[in-house]
């Protein structure tokens, strides 16, 4: 079978890249405007040590792009589709972004961003779209994390919030949904269900009931960064 796309990708974070990907997605999707244009995948998670060279071009070049198009109104806001924390601290470091979409880095697995990053974006007016709230399906019954097969450590951390949700009759994957909202630099968490039936199941998942003695207990048991914020409960 003959792959349907034979086409080799380039990946262009520059001036011109940014501005003939944006005019040919207005044609595509038939708009004269859009609220947010991301620049996505970059950073060493994706493209390794040739990240240097693209985080260079977004720097010199992409960024003043991404810039006039919101000054122009053209785009509401700009910002970065990606899976790690430094990528975004150090865009920080270059512009003024408004959102960053962070990709399974700000989950009931894990809070790294507590740290360093969600405090920088605090200062910066940079808020958070939380996206894969289930890391790669890891929290909802598979062993996959980061788009690959778990880690021990991983599927461990897993294992034993499972088995506080199992104790309050919680769902995890309505825990994995609610969390992110509860901090209030997060604008909206994306779970990214494919069809009809996933989209019915996430609604569920939002609007179930989860008393607040399952997540102190999350809290007692060290599964969760001790400055995360955590729903209200019922």
């Known amino acids: 079978m003959n792959d349907p796309l034979p086409f080799h990708v380039v990946y262009d974070y520059g ?12 044609q595509r ?26 985080f260079a071009d977004l720097a010199e070049g992409g960024y003043r792009a991404m810039d006039e198009l919101r000054r122009s109104g053209q785009v509401k806001a700009i910002g970065l589709g990606v899976n790690e924390n430094q990528v975004c601290m150090d865009a920080l470091g ?18 790294s961003p507590l740290d360093t990053l969600f405090p920088a974006c605090r200062s910066a007016g940079t808020t958070i779209i939380c996206g894969g709230p289930f890391n790669s399906g890891i929290l909802v019954g598979r062993e996959t994390w980061n788009y ?3 880690p021990v450590e991983i599927v461990e951390k ?11 009759a919680v769902p995890l994957a309505a825990a994995a949904l609610q969390f992110p909202l509860a901090n ?5 968490v994306i779970p990214g269900p494919r069809d009809k ?12 009931p989860i008393p607040r003695d399952f997540w102190v207990t999350l809290m007692s048991k060290r ?3 001790e400055g995360a914020p955590v729903p209200a409960g019922n």
Do not use: C, K, P
Not at 94 to 111: C, H, K, N, P, S
Not at 184 to 188: E, P, Q
Not at 197 to 208: A, C, V
């Open 94 to 111: 270059i512009g003024d972004w408004d959102v960053f979409l962070l990709a399974g880095r700000y989950t009931l697995l894990e809070q």
């Open 223 to 225: 599964l969760l960064h």
């Open 29 to 54: 999707l038939g708009l004269d405007r859009i609220d947010i244009l991301l620049a996505h995948d970059i950073g060493v998670f994706t493209h390794g040590e040739d990240n240097a060279r693209h």
């Open 148 to 150: 690959a097969q778990a």
């Open 158 to 168: 897993a294992r034993a919030l499972a088995d506080v949700a199992d104790a309050f």
């Open 15 to 26: 001036y011109d890249g940014i501005m003939r990907a944006f005019e040919d997605n207005l």
């Open 184 to 188: 209030d630099l997060v604008t909206s």
């Open 197 to 208: 039936g996933e989209l019915q199941q996430n609604l569920e998942w939002f609007m179930t």
